[in-house]
C-alpha cells in the first residue's frame, strides 16, 4: 500500500518536470552550415540517418583496403563543416558534430584518435620542420 | 543428516563483510576509472612492460579459479564423496574468480570503452581470442555444474556436467599458460612446459584459496574439519605444491642448458635485484619450502591454523611467482641482435625497471575485493557449506573408525 | 571528373599528378625516378606490390637522426611526456656494438612490416593487421588496448599511447588508449610519395620501394648485394631489410 503511495506521490512530483521537457526544457541543436550552397555527398536527411554507417563502411575500406579518394571521408566532412572560427568540429556545442551529440546524448569516438580541425587550422608540416 | 544453514545467524557479520568487499572493488573500480580518464600514463606500466601488476592480480584469479574446480572435479569426476561435498564451494569459488580476475584484466583495456568490440571480433589466430571463447564457456559450464550439484532432480547430470568442467578447466589454463608460452620474441617465454606448468599452479593456488575459504566457513559456522579429512586435503596441497616446485625446476633448468638463455637465468635467479629476491625469498621459500615444511612437520601440522598458514604461504608464493614470470619476463631486455649490445633513446638493451603505481594496486586489489564480495554474497544467500557426514562416511569406508 | 566527385578526389587528382611528373631528389645531386605511383582513387592496395626498405647501416652515421625526427613532424609525435619510458617512439636509432669484435655502427629500427607479422597472430580483435600490399598497421577503430601484440613483436617496434593526445595530422589518427607503430607512411605511399624518414635520409641509407616488382631498384640491390633480415631465425620474412649488420 506503501509503496503504490510512493509510485503515485514520485509521479506527481515529477510531472511538471516531464512537462518542461516536452515543452522545449532541452533546444533542438541549431546546426550551422559553414558553407552554404556547397553540395555535401548525400541529402541532409540521409545524412543524418545514415551518416555513422557510411563513415563506418569507409574507414574499413580506407585503412583495412587501402581505398582513398573516396566520396565519403571523415576529414571531407571536417573541411566544410569546421566551425569558421575555431576550424574544428568539436569543442562547442555549438559545433557541427557536438552540437547533435550533445543533444542526442551519443558519445563521439572519433576525436580521441582524428583531428576534428581542418588542415588550415592547424600547422603545417613544413612549418614545423624548420628548427 | 543435520543442516547447518550457512552463516544466518551473524547478520551484522555478514552486512560487515559485504560491505567491506564493496567498497574494496568499488576503489578499484574507480581507480580504473581514473586510469581510463587519464590514460595509462598514471600507471607505472610503459612502451616495454606492457603489462604490470593488474595482470598479475588478474592472472592469479583466473588461473586459481580454474585450479579450485580441482577439488570439485575429484568429487564428481573420480567420485570421491570428501570431495563431491565440496564441489559446490570450489564452484562457486571457480565463478567469483574468473569474474574477477576478467574484470581486472578487461578494466586494464587501453580502450575499456570497447567490450563489444573484444566481444564481437575475434581473431582465431590469437590465443587471446581463444581465451574470449574459452573463458565465457567456462561461466555457463559452472553454472549447470552448480544447478546439477543443488538441484535434486539434476543430481543424475552433475557426472557428465562436471567431467565436462575438468576438460573445459584444462583447456582454459592451457589457454592461459598459452598467451605466454606462445610468444616467441620474449627469451621467459616461448616454452612448451608453460601450459602444463599453469595448469598444476592452478591445482596449488585453488586449493589453497579453497582450503582458506573453508576454514573461515567452518570457523563462522563453529565447525571443525574431521581430521582425517583435514589430513586428506592438506596433503592433497602438498602433492600440487610439490608438483609446481617439479615445474618449476625444470623450466629453469632447460632454460640453463641453452646457452642463448643463460643470460636471462642468471638475471631472474642471481642478479635481477628484485626478481630472484622474489623468486627465491617469495616463490621458493615462503611459497614452497615452508607450506611443505608445515604440512610434513607432524609437530606443526597437527597444530591448528598450521594448514590455513601453510595455504596463505602458497598464495603468496604464488603472487611472487607471477610477478617474476610476468614483469621479469618483459623486464629483460629483447635480443634484437643476437651477440651485439644496444642502446637507444627506446631503452633497447637495457632492464626496465618498473614500479607499480598506485592506481594498479587498487585496481589488482579490487579484483580480489569482487571475488571476495561475490562470495560472501553467494555463501550467505544459497548452502554452499561442505557438510561432512562423519557416519556415512565411515560405513563406506571412505574414513577410518 | 564528375560533379558528385568533389573536393577530395580533385586533391587525389592533383596528388597523381605531381608524383606521376617528378623525379624525387634523394639526395644533392642524385635523383631517382620515381618508385611508386599514386594509386587511382576507389582502388584498393594491392598483392602485386610489397612495399618495402633497405637500410644500409654501413651509411647511417651515428648520433644523426634526421629520419626519427622526420617521422616525428610528418606523424606528429611530439606531445609532452612525463615518463620517456612511455613516449612514442615509431622510428629510433639504435648504436650496436659486436660484443666480440668491437665493432659498432648505428641504424634506424621501426616496425619490419613482416610478411608473417606476429603481431597480426596474436591481435584478439583482428585490429592488428596487413594490407594486400604488405604495409602492417593498427585498425584503432577496433584496438582494445590490451598490448599483447607488444608482447609478440620482436623489434620492439610497437608504442601504446598513455595519455589523450590532441595535434594530430588529420591524415595521421592516433590515440589514447590504442597501440601504434610506424605506418611506413601509408598516407603518403598511398599518394605515390616516399615515406618520411627515407626522404629526410640525406646518407642515402635508406631505400623504399617495391619487393614484389624484380626490376625496383630496392629488388635489384637485395638480388645483388647481401643484405640481412633482422631476427632472421625467427623466418617472419620483414620488408624491412638491412645491409652492414
Known amino acids: 500500500m506503501s509503496r503504490a503511495f510512493a509510485f503515485v506521490a514520485t509521479l506527481l512530483l515529477a510531472w511538471p518536470m516531464m512537462q518542461s521537457a516536452h515543452a522545449g526544457g532541452v533546444p533542438k541543436p541549431s546546426i550551422l552550415i559553414e558553407s552554404p550552397g556547397t553540395q555535401c555527398v548525400a541529402p541532409p536527411a540521409e545524412i543524418r540517418r545514415n551518416h ?21 571521408s571523415l576529414n571531407g566532412c571536417i573541411e566544410c563543416h569546421a566551425s569558421k572560427k575555431t576550424g574544428s568540429v568539436i569543442g562547442s556545442n555549438d559545433n557541427f558534430c557536438q552540437s547533435c551529440h550533445a543533444y542526442a546524448a551519443v558519445k563521439l569516438d572519433c576525436w580521441d584518435c582524428h583531428q576534428p580541425k581542418t588542415g588550415k587550422a592547424m600547422p603545417t608540416s613544413a612549418a614545423e620542420a624548420k628548427p | 543428516m543435520t543442516t547447518i544453514l550457512s552463516a544466518r545467524a551473524d547478520t551484522p557479520k555478514f552486512w560487515l563483510l559485504a560491505a567491506i568487499g564493496a567498497l574494496v572493488s568499488a576503489i578499484g573500480i574507480g581507480a580504473a576509472l581514473y586510469m581510463e580518464h587519464h590514460g595509462h600514463s598514471v600507471t607505472g606500466m610503459n612502451n616495454q612492460i606492457v603489462w604490470g601488476l593488474p595482470h598479475v592480480f588478474a592472472i592469479f584469479l583466473v588461473v586459481a579459479a580454474s585450479g579450485v574446480l580441482n577439488v570439485a572435479s575429484i568429487g564428481s569426476v573420480f567420485g570421491k564423496t570428501v570431495y563431491k561435498t565440496r564441489g559446490m564451494l570450489a564452484g562457486l569459488l571457480c565463478f567469483a574468480m574468473l569474474a574477477a580476475g576478467l574484470v581486472v584484466i578487461l578494466l586494464d583495456l587501453g580502450r575499456a570503452d570497447r567490450i563489444m568490440v573484444a566481444a564481437t571480433h575475434v581473431n582465431i589466430t590469437s590465443v587471446f581470442g581463444w581465451n574470449m571463447i574459452l573463458y565465457p564457456g567456462m561461466f555457463g559450464i559452472v553454472v549447470v555444474y552448480l544447478w546439477t550439484l543443488m538441484e535434486k532432480r539434476m543430481y543424475p547430470f552433475s557426472k557428465p556436467a562436471g567431467f565436462a568442467a575438468f576438460i573445459w578447466r584444462l583447456m582454459l589454463t592451457t589457454g592461459t599458460g598459452s598467451i605466454f608460452g606462445f610468444l616467441v620474441t620474449r627469451q621467459a617465454y616461448q616454452s612448451a612446459v608453460i601450459a602444463p606448468m599453469f595448469i598444476i599452479m592452478s591445482f596449488a593456488w585453488g586449493m589453497a584459496v579453497f582450503m582458506i575459504v573453508q576454514k573461515a566457513m567452518y570457523r563462522w559456522n563453529g565447525m571443525t574439519l574431521h581430521p582425517q579429512i583435514r589430513a586428506r586435503l592438506k596433503n592433497l596441497l602438498a602433492v600440487f605444491v610439490g608438483a609446481v616446485f617439479y615445474f618449476v625446476a625444470i623450466y629453469h633448468l632447460t632454460n640453463l642448458y641453452f646457452a642463448r638463455q643463460v643470460e636471462f637465468e642468471r638475471f631472474i635467479l642471481l642478479d635481477g635485484g628484485i626478481f630472484p629476491l622474489l623468486f627465491w625469498g ?22 591448528s591454523g598450521s594448514v590455513t598458514l601453510a595455504s596463505l ?15 621479469g619476463g618483459e623486464a629483460f631486455p629483447l635480443d634484437i641482435f643476437p651477440g651485439m649490445t644496444t642502446s637507444s633513446s627506446f631503452f633497447d638493451g637495457q632492464v626496465d625497471q618498473y614500479s607499480p603505481a598506485l592506481p594498479e594496486w587498487l585496481l589488482g586489489i579490487g579484483g580480489l575485493g569482487i571475488a571476495f564480495t561475490m562470495v560472501v554474497v553467494g555463501v550467505r544467500v544459497l548452502k554452499f557449506l561442505p557438510e561432512d557426514n562423519i557416519a556415512k562416511l565411515q560405513a563406506s569406508g571412505a574414513l577410518a573408525d | 571528373m564528375s560533379a558528385n566527385n568533389n573536393r577530395r578526389s580533385f586533391l587525389t587528382a592533383s596528388a597523381t599528378m605531381a608524383a606521376g611528373a617528378g623525379f624525387i631528389a634523394i639526395a644533392p645531386g642524385i635523383s631517382l625516378i620515381e618508385v611508386s605511383h599514386a594509386r587511382p582513387a576507389g582502388e584498393a592496395a594491392s598483392k602485386a606490390n610489397r612495399w618495402g626498405m633497405l637500410i644500409d647501416s654501413n651509411k647511417c652515421t651515428a648520433g644523426c637522426d634526421a629520419c626519427v625526427k622526420a617521422c616525428s613532424t610528418e606523424n606528429r609525435i611530439n606531445e609532452q611526456v612525463a615518463d620517456p619510458r612511455q613516449r612514442s617512439q615509431w622510428i629510433r636509432k639504435i648504436d650496436i656494438k659486436d660484443k666480440a669484435s668491437g665493432r659498432q655502427h648505428s641504424l634506424p629500427m621501426m616496425c619490419q612490416h613482416c610478411a608473417e607479422p606476429p603481431c597480426v597472430d ?41 595519455q589523450p593526445l590532441t595535434e594530430q595530422n588529420p591524415e595521421v589518427p592516433r590515440g589514447i588508449g590504442c597501440v601504434e607503430s610506424c605506418t611506413l607512411c601509408v598516407h603518403r605511399v598511398d599518394k605515390g610519395q616516399l615515406p618520411a624518414c627515407v626522404e629526410a635520409c640525406t646518407e642515402g641509407a635508406m631505400l623504399f620501394g617495391d619487393l614484389a616488382d624484380p626490376n625496383s631498384e630496392i629488388s635489384r640491390r637485395i638480388a645483388q648485394e647481401a643484405t640481412t633480415q633482422v631476427r632472421a631465425d625467427l623466418k617472419l620474412n620483414p620488408g624491412v631489410r638491412y645491409q652492414g649488420i
Open chain 2, 282 to 303: 617469495g616463490w621458493f621459500v615462503l611459497g614452497t619450502v615452508l607450506p611443505l615444511i608445515l604440512i610434513f612437520t607432524p609437530a606443526l601440522s597437527k597444530m
Open chain 2, 313 to 327: 604461504f602458497v598464495i603468496v608464493g604464488a603472487f611472487c611467482q607471477l610477478y617474476v614470470f610476468i614483469i
Open chain 3, 122 to 162: 596474436v591481435c584478439p580483435t583482428g585490429a592488428s593487421m596487413k594490407r594486400a600490399d604488405g604495409i602492417v598497421l593498427v585498425d584503432r577503430h577496433i584496438c582494445i588496448g590490451c598490448r599483447y601484440c607488444m608482447m609478440a613483436c620482436p623489434y620492439k617496434a610497437r608504442s601504446f599511447v598513455h
Open chain 1, 52 to 72: 555513422m554507417e557510411m563513415l563506418k563502411h569507409q574507414r574499413n575500406l580506407t585503412l583495412r583496403e587501402g581505398v582513398r579518394g573516396g566520396k565519403v
